[in-house]
């Protein structure tokens, strides 16, 4: 199978593709809609994008991507821990305190400041546009003492050395990443366990009616189907008029989602449904430091 994602080669999304399809064949491309319209082309047979991140909340240009350009749906989530490392070029692994610049995109470098703020404190950091990116230019330019914040994959990729492995404040730092195709795709790889299932939809209200919010909840309140996220994104046809994402935490099934559905119908509001998806996480999600 061939796999868009958002690249370049080692970053966090390469290595969720790589988790899911261990013998797929992944394409980078530049931003998350230029996967996503890979896919809508057929150039691909699925597209791995990220969704939310626990620290940073949605990825809203997938949200959009998704609920506005995109036909196909979500198959399957994956949530992969978010685990960065301090890596340097192997000529300067023995001497790595005394680095002169540390590179990585603007998220990992806010994530691991308090390690940065106790042994880098008078050192300057500088963006790059991926932590990949960053690693590359610690790999090309091997005649400068710097470093880069990124992942396990990223090392390896650029043959760089990890010199100080979990540096990010959070040990909780996960981020899910949606797969979307035109199928359901079982996962095959024995890196990631089945966790749940969600059923993904978006909800808009009708206009100027009092109240309508809770009778939205109320039509899965009393069906005990319990909504693991809810979440307004503006509906861009001018200001105060939103839209709701909501993840239900139940496979789709002949009754319950549909009868809460047609309910939300019933009183004027319009429904899209995005998936009813399995949910995956990594086989050491649990352990990771």
């Known amino acids: 199978m061939k796999i868009a994602y958002l690249g370049p080669e080692a970053t966090f999304t ?16 530049k931003t998350i809609p230029d ?14 994008v990220p969704l939310e991140n626990a620290l940073e909340g949605s990825v809203n240009i997938t949200l959009d991507y998704l609920i506005h350009e995109v036909h196909h749906p979500i198959v399957a989530e994956l949530t992969l821990p978010i685990r960065q490392h301090l890596m340097v070029h192997p000529d300067y692994a023995n001497d790595w305190e005394s680095i002169e ?36 230019k610690v790999k090309e330019e091997k005649e400068r003492k ?5 992942n396990e994959l990223a090392a390896k990729h650029h043959g760089l050395q990890i010199v100080k492995r979990d540096i990010h404040d959070s040990k909780n730092n996960h981020t899910r ?37 809770h ?37 789709w099934d002949d009754v319950l989602i549909p009868g809460a559905i047609q309910e939300l119908e019933a009183i004027g509001c319009g429904v899209k449904i995005l998936g009813s998806y399995p949910s995956y996480s990594t086989v050491t999600l649990q352990s990771a430091k």
């Open 35 to 48: 996967s996503l319209d890979a896919l809508q082309r057929g150039e691909v047979d699925a597209a791995v």
């Open 215 to 251: 009778q939205v909840l109320s039509a899965f309140a009393w069906r005990k189907l319990n909504l693991s996220k809810i979440e307004s994104r503006p509906m861009k046809t001018g200001l105060g008029h939103y839209y709701f994402i909501i993840d239900i935490e139940e496979k």
């Open 146 to 150: 710097i470093g880069a914040i990124a």
């Open 177 to 213: 990443f949606a797969i979307v195709a035109n199928h359901p795709i079982p996962a095959a790889s024995k890196q990631v366990k089945l966790k749940s299932y969600k059923t993904t939809i978006t909800v808009t209200l009708p206009m100027d009616e009092a109240g309508t919010l």
């Open 14 to 29: 390469h290595e969720a593709v790589r988790t899911f399809f261990p013998e797929g064949d992944p394409k980078a491309y």
């Open 101 to 136: 610049k540390i590179y990585s995109h603007t998220q990992a470098l806010a994530q691991c400041h308090r390690f940065l703020h106790q042994q880098f404190s008078n050192i300057p950091r500088e963006e790059a546009t991926s932590t990949s990116a960053a690693a590359k």
